[in-house]
């Protein structure tokens, strides 16, 4: 675990990325991780939540690279670097949250180019803090900074459910 506010979590992910590729990342952002005050399991099953931004979370580094539609993803927490393609299915592993983000947002793009990513993220793995979820909603801030998308929350929140139901095959709710 890396930084204890933002600003610091996006410093490390950006010198995690300038370290692991050779140059500074063309965009970083942060998304929080967040608890269940009450209703955990609820949400997908149509229920009520009442959830909790954590001043902790996650940031993500993006810039493009030179392979089409090559995703190199690397991260603090996780030694080895994973290579994926966007047209790639789900594996089960962790970059499963990167490359479903990074397709249900810039596809497209990626055409012509690849992208190369690092996370920083200071949220315990596993503890029920709502990781997954802020590794995808940091990397859609951050695919839309850089492909001069449109940052809607409420779209995003969609996204990330998606890829968490039909990308990963994990139940969630928003």
């Known amino acids: 675990m890396h930084g204890s506010t933002e600003t610091e979590l ?3 992910a950006g010198q995690g990325f300038e370290a692991r590729f050779g140059r500074a990342p063309e965009v970083t ?3 929080p991780g967040r608890v269940n ?3 955990e399991h609820t949400d997908y099953n149509g229920g009520v939540v009442l959830p909790m931004p954590l001043g902790i979370g996650v940031s993500v580094a993006l810039g493009r690279a030179g392979t089409a539609g ?3 993803v690397s991260s603090a927490e996780f030694e080895a670097e994973e290579t994926r393609q966007i047209d790639e299915t789900a594996t089960g592993a962790w970059s ?3 490359l479903g983000a990074v397709k249900a947002l810039v596809a497209p793009e990626l055409a012509g180019a690849g992208l190369n990513v690092f996370v920083a993220s200071n949220l315990p793995v596993g503890a029920g803090l709502s990781s997954s979820a802020a590794v995808e909603i940091a990397t859609l801030r951050a695919a839309a ?3 001069d998308k449109p940052a809607d929350p ?3 929140a969609r996204k990330a459910r998606a ?3 039909d990308f990963v095959g994990m139940p969630c709710g928003i």
């Open 163 to 165: 890829v968490e139901n």
């Open 145 to 147: 900074a850089l492909f």
């Open 29 to 31: 952002a942060f998304a």
């Open 37 to 39: 005050l009450m209703g």
């Open 154 to 156: 409420v779209d995003f």
């Open 70 to 72: 090559e995703i190199r």
């Open 96 to 98: 499963d949250y990167v």
């Open 10 to 12: 996006n410093r490390v």
